[in-house]
C-alpha cells in the first residue's frame, strides 16, 4: 500500500506540470508542442517519467515544452495502478504536435497499427519525433514491430524511439530532449528528475547507424568464422561452444606487445588492458552460469615495428609470417602467465581479419569484419565485446569505445555489461 501511494504521489506531482488538461490542443502554444496518447491501464511509472522530463526542460531563450495528455474521447482514463487522470485532449479534435508519446493505444485507435506512422494526418502533419512506451504501441507509432534487442533501453528508427517499456521512458524523452535542444538542455533537465544524463552511458541502438561491415544485431557470425590456436591451427569459433551453453560472450582485444618499453603490462593496446578487469569481473560472476567466454588476441598490424614486430610480418603473404606470429603468440601467453590475461585457453586472430575496417557486405564466409562495430571509428577497434546466443546470433549491440588511457571517456561500465550478459540468459532460456 505505502509503495502504491508513493507512485500515486509521483504521477500526479508530474501531471501537475502540464497544465489544463481539458481543452482544444490546436490553441497556440509556444515552445515545442508535446501530446501524449493515454487510454485505461497505462503504464503510471513510465507515463509520470516522460511528462516528469519534458516539464522539466528549461531551454535557455525559448519557451518550456507545454506537454497535453491526449486520450480518444477526452474523458478521464484509468491507469494501470487505478489512479484516474483527466480530464484529457480528444484525440480526433487534437492539433499538430511536434513530439507525440505514445503511452497507450485506445482500443478504437488499435486497429490502425500496421507497419507505418498510423496517426491520424491532423496529429501527425508536423511531427519531428514519435516515442513508443513499450511493446503494445510499437507498430502504431511507426516503428516495425520488431523486439528490443537485451538490455537496450532504446532504439531509434528515423525519427521513432521505441522504448523499452516503462523503466526506459525517461532515457528515451531525454533522448529526444537532446536532439531537440542539445546535451546540455537535456543534461539539466535530467538533473531535475532527480538523475543524471549522457548518451554515451544508455545503451541504445540508431537502426541503420554505422556503414561498417561488423554484425548487426540479429545477425548470425558466419559459420566458418575462424581463429586459431597457439600452434596456428584453425578452429571454427562455433565449434568451440559446449553443449550446455546458452550464451557466447566474444572478447576480441589487443594481444601481447613484444616490446616490453611500449604498451600496458604486456599487450600492445592499452584500452585492452584496462578493460580486463571488466571481463574477469564478469567470468567470475558467471562461472557457475551456462556462458561462455572467448578471448581472442589481435596483433598490432598497424604499427608493428612499434610493439616489436617486423613492417608487415602479420601479412600472410610476408615471408617472416610464421616467426612473426609465434613472437605474437608468445608475447601474449606471457602476459596470460603473468595473470593480465584472465583466459585460459588463448585464441589469435593473427591477420586481424575478424576486425578489418575495409570489409564489405554481405559478409564474408570466413568472417572478415564482423566483429568490427559497425559504427567503430578507430583505427584498431580493440576491445570490442559481443554477447551471441549459442548459434552464433547476435543478441545486443557490441560493446566497444571505452577510451581508458587517452581520453578516460567510458561508455559502459562492469554493471552494464553483466547486466546484459544476465538478459541473455534469461532470454536464451525460453
Not at 491501464?41 to 519557451?63: C, I, K, M, N, R
Not at 585460459?344 to 554481405?362: V, Y
Request: charged share 20%.
Amino acid at each position: 500500500m505505502v509503495a502504491r501511494a508513493i507512485q500515486f504521489a509521483l504521477i500526479a506531482g508530474a501531471l501537475a506540470a502540464c497544465g489544463d488538461g481539458a481543452g482544444d490542443a490546436r490553441t497556440t502554444a509556444k515552445g515545442l508542442r508535446v501530446g501524449i496518447l493515454v487510454a485505461d491501464g497505462v503504464d503510471d511509472a513510465a507515463l509520470a517519467s516522460v511528462v516528469g522530463v519534458f516539464s522539466a526542460v528549461e531551454p535557455s531563450g525559448e519557451s518550456a515544452p507545454s506537454v497535453r495528455l491526449l486520450s480518444m474521447h477526452g474523458d478521464p482514463v484509468t491507469t494501470r495502478a487505478g489512479l484516474s487522470i483527466g480530464p484529457t485532449v480528444p484525440f480526433e479534435s487534437a492539433g499538430a504536435a511536434d513530439v507525440l508519446v505514445v503511452a497507450a493505444v485506445p482500443e478504437p485507435l488499435s486497429f490502425r497499427s500496421e507497419r507505418r506512422n498510423t496517426f491520424d494526418h491532423r496529429v501527425r502533419d508536423d511531427v519531428r519525433w514519435t516515442i513508443a512506451l513499450g511493446a503494445a504501441t510499437f507498430e502504431f507509432a511507426g516503428y516495425d514491430g520488431a523486439p528490443l534487442p537485451i538490455a537496450t533501453s532504446f532504439v531509434v528508427a528515423d525519427h521513432v524511439v521505441a522504448s523499452a517499456g516503462g523503466a526506459a521512458a525517461d532515457d528515451a524523452a531525454l533522448f529526444v530532449v537532446e536532439r531537440v535542444f542539445g546535451e546540455r538542455v537535456a543534461a539539466a533537465a535530467a538533473t531535475r528528475c532527480g538523475r543524471s544524463w549522457s548518451l554515451d552511458r544508455v545503451r541504445h541502438m540508431v537502426v541503420g547507424a554505422g556503414g561498417g561491415a561488423g554484425l548487426r544485431v540479429g545477425e548470425s557470425l558466419p559459420a566458418q568464422a575462424r581463429v586459431f590456436d597457439a600452434e596456428g591451427a584453425p578452429h571454427r569459433i562455433l565449434d568451440g561452444i559446449a553443449p550446455t551453453d546458452r550464451v557466447l560472450v566474444l572478447c576480441v582485444y589487443g594481444g601481447g606487445s613484444a616490446n616490453p618499453q611500449v604498451g600496458k603490462a604486456g599487450l600492445w593496446c592499452e584500452d585492452s588492458y584496462f578493460e580486463m578487469a571488466n571481463v574477469r569481473h564478469a567470468m567470475a560472476r558467471f562461472a557457475a552460469e551456462p556462458v561462455r567466454f572467448v578471448g581472442i588476441a589481435c596483433p598490432p598490424v598497424f604499427h608493428e615495428e612499434k610493439f616489436g614486430y617486423v613492417a608487415g610480418g602479420f601479412s600472410p603473404e610476408h615471408p617472416g609470417h610464421a616467426s612473426q606470429r609465434t613472437r605474437f603468440v608468445d608475447a601474449t601467453r606471457a602476459a596470460r602467465d603473468a595473470g593480465v590475461l584472465p583466459f585460459a585457453e588463448l585464441w589469435f586472430d593473427p591477420t586481424f581479419r575478424l576486425m578489418a575496417k575495409d570489409a564489405t557486405r554481405p559478409l564474408a564466409e570466413d568472417g572478415t569484419g564482423a566483429l568490427r562495430a559497425p559504427d567503430e571509428a578507430q583505427t584498431y577497434g580493440t576491445p570490442t565485446i559481443w554477447i551471441l546466443d549459442r548459434d552464433g546470433r547476435v543478441l545486443t549491440p557490441p560493446f566497444f569505445g571505452n577510451n581508458w588511457e587517452k581520453d578516460r571517456e567510458l561508455r559502459f561500465t562492469s554493471r552494464d555489461l553483466e547486466d546484459t550478459i544476465r538478459a541473455a540468459l534469461i532470454a536464451t532460456a525460453r
